[in-house]
């Protein structure tokens, strides 16, 4: 089976720049990503498929040539069905992002900047800690700071 070359280069450089869109923090540069990649993936479906070949439906008669893989085709549908919902998907929280913010930039959450800051200071966690039997060793950023209420042990 031979493979047109010039067609899975296109797959590649589509699917590539998807990529690259999709790591940007613009909702609407992740839409457009989303769609690229979605365009190479597809590409990609009919490129695997193979050569053109006669309709997959049989009569009476023997097939004269080669008979076309439906597979593929299907396989391009489904994509094009999941890419439809993604697309709204994003779509509708780019919108609910410019209604709330004015933009639509994906910000940092509060909790992972403070996971950032507790693993950049070497902490051990509290459960590792308890499940270890063992002390944590350093600087605890975390010692200045008033201890949870555990409501747990009053029951």
Same mark, same amino acid.
């Given at each position: 089976m031979s493979v047109n070359l010039a067609l899975v280069l296109i797959a590649a450089g589509l699917m590539g720049c998807g990529t690259y869109l999709i790591l940007e923090r613009s909702l609407s540069r992740v839409l457009v990503g989303l769609v690229v990649m979605g365009n190479g993936v597809s590409l990609s479906f009919l490129v695997a498929g193979g050569r053109n070949g006669a309709a997959p439906v049989l009569d009476e008669t023997a097939p004269t040539e080669p008979l076309a893989d439906p597979l593929p085709q299907a396989m *391009?549908? #489904?994509?094009? =069905?999941?890419?439809?919902? $993604? #697309?709204?998907?994003?779509?509708?929280?780019?919108?609910? /992002?410019?209604?709330?913010?004015?933009?639509?930039?994906?910000?940092?959450? =509060?909790?992972?900047? $403070?996971? +950032? +800051?507790?693993?950049?200071?070497? *902490? #051990? /966690?509290?459960?590792?800690?308890? =499940? #270890?039997? $063992?002390? %944590?060793?350093? !600087? !605890? &950023?975390?010692?200045?700071? &008033?201890? %949870? !209420?555990? +409501?747990?042990?009053? +029951?």
């Amino acid at each position: 089976m031979s493979v047109n070359l010039a067609l899975v280069l296109i797959a590649a450089g589509l699917m590539g720049c998807g990529t690259y869109l999709i790591l940007e923090r613009s909702l609407s540069r992740v839409l457009v990503g989303l769609v690229v990649m979605g365009n190479g993936v597809s590409l990609s479906f009919l490129v695997a498929g193979g050569r053109n070949g006669a309709a997959p439906v049989l009569d009476e008669t023997a097939p004269t040539e080669p008979l076309a893989d439906p597979l593929p085709q299907a396989m *391009v549908l #489904t994509a094009i =069905v999941i890419m439809l919902a $993604t #697309t709204a998907f994003v779509l509708a929280m780019a919108y609910r /992002s410019w209604q709330l913010n004015g933009h639509d930039d994906v910000q940092d959450d =509060v909790e992972d900047a $403070t996971i +950032r +800051r507790l693993a950049d200071a070497d *902490v #051990t /966690s509290e459960a590792y800690s308890a =499940v #270890t039997d $063992t002390e %944590p060793e350093g !600087d !605890d &950023p975390r010692q200045g700071a &008033p201890a %949870p !209420d555990d +409501r747990r042990a009053e +029951r």
